[in-house]
């Protein structure tokens, strides 16, 4: 499957991208460093942020959690479409997806 990322210079980067693993993992394993996801993807950093541009025809995601939603909160450039990269677990539905790496927190 594949995910198109696009980086904060503006630069989109299509990456092929393993289903089961997160969409931080996908990102940081095509080399894309500046998703820092520092804490590993324990829900307790905020440094995956991600704006979730579009979603394949009938694609969806999973709610935002309390913690996510928790966590979220605390980052200056919070938007509707904002996610924490390391809760989206990459599966079918949504391949094809594209997101932006959020500003640095
Ligand atoms: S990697 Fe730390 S919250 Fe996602």
Known sequence: M??????????????????GLS??????????DELQ????????CATCHVYVDALPEGGGLLERSRDEDDLLDACDELTDT?????QIVLGPALDGMRVTIAPEY
């Open 2 to 19: 594949k995910v198109t990322v696009t980086t904060r210079d503006g630069a989109e980067h299509t990456v092929e991208a393993r289903e």
């Open 23 to 32: 969409l931080m993992q996908n990102i940081r394993n095509a080399g894309l």
């Open 37 to 44: 996801a520092i804490c590993g993807g324990s829900l307790s």
């Open 82 to 86: 904002s996610r924490l990269s390391c």
